[in-house]
């Protein structure tokens, strides 16, 4: 049966090869769309990078930037609103108009001449100092520094700012040291600690990036297919600013902070965010279902692989091999990203050894015939019996 293409909506029974899953009439829309589909192809062919990753975001507004990116291509020593517009504004022209592809600037990077490369571009395209762009990029070269250990540094000395300003937030003497600050929390729970850790996010960015897998989780981010999630940022930056730590830190221990928002008339902006957030915080932070984590792991962060206990339920112990996990992950990533599947029901399914039922009768499902085998090898076994018997080994 014919699909559409992914770029022009034209009927084609062509597919990617790697991935046989996503729809192009021609190899000219199929390279019109790859910036974006390399990252979700299941065999793109070469390593995926944080390049691919900063084109991708450059390009469209679907993807968040995410923090290795962030690292890698200089955004985390940006310390003023006016330089992160430039830097956006640097990159966007780099890529969109002077169509420099992910992996010239991965191996710019690598290679230590990511700066000077660019200024290369930006001569040869003819333009002069006097241009604003230009002239930011000539002026800010240790941003693009090759350093690892000055990144590192950098990103310390932030951290510490913001830990500094919620310190103050929360009552602190602003003539603590950072040392004062670390001894102080000593006697605090962990509970405590983590609630600290968060104001700081919140401070610095309006809350976690994804790579914080825990924190991403616990405080409801995992709610979103995407790593922006402004509308979460916003209740707990308003939330933090109308209650007192204590109240923060005793509602997030006891699962309560829905109601802390509700006391704090919020509830209208918590409308803006999507309902499963109430879920999630009912449980967090102790009693989170692992379909949450499970979520981020599929639609996010592959580096971060979740304990096997997350993953047993859920067919991975079945994988043969590196490949066969990815493809499932990637699976995974499809049922919450395309056909917006509840994970609460996905999560029951699972307690019930009943995930290939499950997946087989979601509403428009478009898998092929050697896909659907491979789906009832690793779905289709004793994945719960798995998971209890773990519980009973030392």
């Known amino acids: 049966m014919p699909r559409k293409c992914e770029v022009c909506g034209v009927a084609t029974k062509k597919t990617c090869i790697g991935c046989s899953r996503t729809a192009y009439c021609s190899t000219k829309c199929q390279k019109q769309h790859w910036f974006s589909h ?52 640097v990159y966007t022209e780099i890529i969109r108009v002077f169509g420099i592809r992910a992996p010239a600037l991965h191996k710019w990077r690598t290679e230590g001449r990511l700066h ?26 240790p941003l693009f520094s090759p350093d690892p250990s000055q990144t590192v540094s950098y990103i310390h000395e932030l951290s510490m700012g913001f830990q500094r300003q919620t ?29 600290f850790d968060f104001y700081s996010l919140v401070f610095s960015s309006g809350g976690p990036m994804v790579d914080i897998s825990d924190v ?4 409801g981010f995992c709610v979103f297919e995407d790593q922006a999630a402004f509308p979460l940022r916003n209740l707990y930056r308003s939330l933090i600013h109308t209650c007192t730590f204590n109240e923060f830190c005793d509602a997030y221990s006891t699962s309560s902070l829905i109601a802390l928002m509700d006391r704090k008339n919020l509830k209208v902006s918590r409308r803006h965010v999507p309902s499963d957030l109430e879920t999630v915080l009912s449980e967090s932070p102790h009693k989170i279902q692992d379909v949450w984590y499970l979520k981020t792991f599929a639609i996010f962060d592959e580096a971060r692989v979740p304990t096997t206990d997350v ?33 609460p029901k996905l999560q029951d399914a699972a307690n019930h050894d009943q995930l290939y039922e499950y997946v ?17 090898r690793v779905l289709k076994t004793q994945n719960r019996l798995r998971a209890m018997a773990l519980d009973f080994l030392p």
Request: hydrophobic share 35%; with cysteine; net charge negative.
């Open 167 to 195: 310190w103050i937030h929360i009552g602190g003497s602003p003539t603590d040291s950072s040392d004062d600050i670390v001894k102080a929390q000593q006697p605090w729970s962990e509970d405590r600690k983590r609630c």
């Open 216 to 219: 991403w989780t616990q405080f």
């Open 360 to 376: 087989m009768n979601i509403p428009n499902l478009n898998i092929s015939k050697v896909e659907k085998h491979y789906l009832r």
């Open 38 to 89: 390399i990252l979700e192809c299941e065999k793109p062919g070469r390593e995926v990078t944080t390049a691919d990753r900063l084109v991708a975001t450059t390009m469209t507004n679907d993807i968040a930037i995410d923090s290795a990116t962030m690292t890698d291509y200089g955004f985390y020593k940006i310390t003023s609103t006016a330089d992160r517009d430039s830097i956006v504004s």
């Open 116 to 141: 000077a490369e660019m200024v290369r571009i930006y001569r040869e395209a003819g333009r002069t100092e006097s241009d604003a762009n230009f002239q930011w990029l000539l002026q800010h070269a």
């Open 311 to 343: 993953l047993i339920p859920f067919g991975f112990l079945n994988c043969a091999d590196n490949a066969a996990m990815t493809q499932l992950r990637l699976f995974y990533g499809r049922l919450f990203k395309e056909y917006k599947i509840a994970p």
